[in-house]
Each structure stands twice: as C-alpha cells, then as structure tokens.
C-alpha cells in the first residue's frame, strides 16, 4: 500500500452568510469614508501648499499623509486576504495607498535642480 498526499483543489471562498455580508459592506464604507478624505486633501494641498507653503504647513501636510497611510495600511491587512470577497475595495485600498505614496514623493522628495528642469522644458517645448 503506498501512500499518496491528499488531492487538494483552489476552490473560491464560500459564499457568505446573510449576517456576515453587513461586515464586509460595513468595511467597504468605511474605506469609502477613507477614500473621500484622501481626495479631499487635494483641496488642502491646493490652499496650503502651492504658494511658498510654510514649514508647518509642509509639517502638517506630512503629518495627515502619515495618518492617512496607517489607516490605510489597516484596511490592506483585511482586505489583501485571499479570501476577502470584495476585490473591488480590495483594489480601491492599494490605489488609494499608492496615491498617498505618491504625494508624499511628489510635496516631500527631493526637489528637482534649475537645470534638470530646464533640460525637460527645452526638450518638451523646443523653440
């Protein structure tokens, strides 16, 4: 008699109990109630930042991309198991961080030189 490893199939998640669905639309609320903040900091960026902006502006700014990104990183940890059943507020989590990510890079990394700049200007818009 030889032994043989148990068959094992990918299966998708089961259905959810009626009872168990309202957490996970509960859950996509509350990402959606995330989400709407992260947009709204446009409009934050857009009276705080464009201008000169003041150190504790850029301060504050960094501080509300810390808050946000944390809260999101918590909505990652739930919905990036394989077995979450909503891939669309799956999806919308990891777009949202990697927007954060990039405001992050684009109002608190490194500055681009004169020349650099000039470089791109030139070759965008020859005269």
Same mark, same amino acid.
């Given at each position: 008699?030889?032994?043989? *490893?148990? /068959?094992?199939? &990918?299966?998708?998640? @089961?259905? #959810?109990?009626?009872?168990? +669905?309202?957490?996970?639309?509960?859950? =996509?609320?509350?990402?959606?109630?995330?989400?709407?903040?992260?947009?709204?900091?446009?409009?934050?960026?857009?009276?705080?930042?464009?201008?000169?902006? *003041?150190? /504790?502006?850029? &301060?504050?700014?960094? @501080?509300? #991309?810390?808050?946000?990104? +944390?809260?999101?990183?918590?909505?990652? =940890?739930?919905?990036?198991?394989?077995?979450?059943?909503?891939?669309?507020?799956?999806?919308?989590?990891?777009?949202?961080?990697?927007?954060?990510?990039?405001?992050?890079?684009?109002?608190?990394?490194?500055?681009?030189?004169?020349?650099?700049?000039? +470089?791109?200007?030139?070759?965008?818009?020859?005269?």
């Amino acid at each position: 008699m030889s032994a043989t *490893a148990p /068959e094992t199939h &990918a299966t998708a998640p @089961a259905p #959810l109990p009626a009872r168990l +669905r309202s957490v996970v639309r509960h859950l =996509r609320a509350q990402v959606e109630d995330w989400y709407d903040g992260c947009r709204q900091l446009t409009e934050w960026e857009d009276e705080n930042l464009l201008d000169n902006p *003041a150190s /504790e502006k850029r &301060a504050e700014h960094a @501080a509300l #991309l810390d808050e946000l990104g +944390r809260i999101g990183q918590w909505f990652s =940890r739930a919905t990036q198991s394989p077995d979450f059943p909503d891939s669309q507020t799956a999806e919308l989590v990891q777009l949202t961080l990697q927007d954060l990510r990039d405001r992050r890079a684009m109002w608190h990394g490194k500055k681009m030189s004169k020349e650099a700049a000039d +470089r791109i200007i030139t070759a965008c818009f020859p005269e």
